[in-house]
């Protein structure tokens, strides 16, 4: 068995290389390529390959980046290709519809309410009028990326006049305004919950570090492991399989009214949650591709 990692950039990450290792202890011939470096080709005698081999024979495909700040011809070109790969028979992990979908906040959320998922509200818009109108309305806001992740560029807001500036500045690069409502934290915590195919395999709760409001691992929280109610392992579930991923990290907050879902993310890392719950999600991922794999 042939199995694709694909990345983005000079070298695999940390959640790569662990998967990597987890194809080579099984013995499965692990191939590992940044996606600048694989070519598709129509009506040719073969569909893909590299400067050196053809990849028309590989098994399936482990998706961990297309890459974050890409052009416009870059996101068609790298989201093509996998759905490419994908029609041609090849099962990728995560799939590429799924994948964008969790990437895009936008449309993530938009899907997650149409199935009655408690989200924030939120308004994504390109007029700064309304943006300002919505943080007024809110009270308090947090004004995200559309695209991005471990909350860098996040920025909680009170003051609507702060937030003006601060939205001015954002459409001034020609960036879209993606403004939602602060859910208080209990315990100024939150939960990211890790799921592989129908079963959340681990969860922690993430404490914000003194004088932040973020509880990404990666803006310095705290983690601990949890257990999940049977409620909020249910939700965290379902949401993965509505936006059609076959593993995810969703992130939840406990709020007065009930939870809530923040955020999925498509391509989670790991690192944080291995460390505090001695869960290795890297085998249960591989198992899970190999089962798509052999269908």
Known sequence: MKILTVYEG????????ELINELKVRGITAIVLPVTRITAAINFEKSFFTSKSTLDDIDGVLLRSIGLVL??????????????????????????????KARDKYMSLCVLSRHQIPVPQTIITEDLVAAYQAVTKLRVAVIKPLIGSRGFGSVKVEDPDVAFRIMKTI????????????????????????VVGSDVIASMYRYA???????????GARAEPCKLSDELAELA???????????SGVD?????????????????DWKGLKEVTRVNPAPLIVSYLISKAKK
């Not at 000079?10 to 290389?17: D, F, G, H, S, V």
């Not at 093509?80 to 519809?97: A, C, Q, T, Y």
């Open 237 to 247: 579930i379902k949401v993965t399989e509505i936006l059609n991923l076959w593993y």
């Open 252 to 268: 939840i907050v406990e709020g007065e009214d009930g939870p809530f879902v923040l955020e999925v993310n498509g391509a989670p």
């Open 171 to 194: 459409l001034s690069f020609g960036q879209t305004l993606y403004v939602q409502e602060y859910i208080p934290k209990k315990n100024d915590r939150d939960i990211r919950a890790f």
């Open 71 to 100: 052009t416009d011809d870059q996101f068609m070109r790298r989201t093509s290709l996998l759905k490419h790969m994908e029609e041609n028979g090849i099962p990728v992990m995560n799939p590429i519809d799924g994948l964008r």
């Open 10 to 17: 000079k070298r695999p990450n940390w959640a790569c290389m």
């Open 209 to 219: 570090p003194a004088n932040s409001w973020k509880t990404n691992v990666a803006q």
